[in-house]
């Protein structure tokens, strides 16, 4: 679908199928997180601390609840771009040269999207950015749901074992945010080359790769399941200082319920064109594609995830 430029203003380019196809396979928070429509800059989010129950005895008042209730913050931020285009390489074609640089633009706001939210290892007032990432997250105390600071998160690992995983998961199964149907697995990947490396006493790798469906017998892609629960890969899947579509830090796997991945959408991805004639680049006769999109993240709960990293 080609991006029209009839009228003025920002344009959204994440109803071009191209794009939303490239963002949903580059960023796992994005196709897994849980969406939350923001209405303005910052939006507040109940969260329950859930309801125990006990034995009522006849003839006595209910067991009272003491489970705390409060809210979660959805702040938006704003990620961006542009893109220098000279005049001549635009006149013959402006919607095929718009399209591509969309889906180019789409792919690295992905990226950049799972690097911000999951692998900041500063907090925000560090960063720069307008709420913390999971991995910082994970290293704070949380009073209110009970979560011990970097309880669930493991560093200092030197290799992805299969032990390493099988706790890693463990941890996230034996929690009070485990729900079998709403489990996902977020990775680097360069833990394909680890699952396919991991082999039992005899040399087999333990990590089959499905042949169903597979022209000649040959093998399907690495496994999109890790002990069974969906997993996606992710370039963005490094720890950064700041936040970065080419993140140069640690890989790590992320386990956890994806309703608790909290993704707030205040504006969607948007490219709006500038060209030469309205007065933009006209000593240099060249024309600029803004792209920008604004969105909210917030971890629900630190309880709920787990995080592994190597290196």
Do not use: C
Request: glycine share 10%; proline share 4%; aromatic share 8%.
């Amino acid at each position: 679908m080609a991006v029209s430029f009839t009228g003025a203003g920002w344009i959204p380019i994440e109803t071009n199928p191209d794009v939303i196809q490239k963002v949903q396979q580059t960023s796992a928070v994005e196709r897994f997180g849980h969406h939350v429509p923001m209405g303005s800059n910052t939006k507040y989010t109940p969260r329950s601390g859930g309801v125990v129950l006990g034995r009522w005895a006849k003839s006595t008042s209910a067991p009272a609840d003491s489970s705390a209730n409060d809210s979660v913050l959805l702040a938006a931020d704003k990620f961006g771009g542009k893109v220098t285009v000279a005049e001549e390489d635009m006149s013959d074609s402006l919607a095929s040269i718009v399209d591509a640089k969309s889906v180019d633009a789409g792919t690295s706001y992905a990226k950049l999207f799972d690097n911000v939210t999951l692998g900041i290892t500063a907090s925000k007032a560090t960063s720069g950015w307008l709420f913390d990432s999971l991995y910082y997250v994970l290293t704070q105390a949380d009073a209110t749901t009970g979560y011990t600071a970097n309880a669930n998160l493991t560093t200092g690992v030197t290799a992805a074992t299969y032990d390493a995983l099988s706790a890693l998961v463990g941890q996230h199964e034996q929690s009070d945010y485990f729900d079998e149907s709403e489990v996902v697995v977020i990775a680097h990947p360069s833990f394909k080359q680890a699952l396919r490396g991991i082999k039992n006493a005899d040399g087999d790798p333990i990590f089959q790769e499905s042949t169903a469906g597979v022209a000649g017998g040959g093998q399907a892609p690495t496994p999109s399941k890790l002990f069974g629960y969906d997993m996606q890969f992710s370039m963005g899947a490094k720890t950064s200082a700041t936040g970065s579509a080419a993140p140069t830090g640690k890989p790590f796997v992320v386990v956890g319920n994806r309703q608790l991945l909290q993704v707030g959408d205040r504006d969607p991805l948007a490219v709006n064109f500038q060209d030469s004639q309205t007065g933009i680049g006209v000593d240099t006769d060249e024309n600029v594609l803004y792209f920008r999109a604004r969105k909210g993240f917030a971890v629900g709960a630190p309880g709920a995830f787990s995080m592994l990293v190597i290196g």
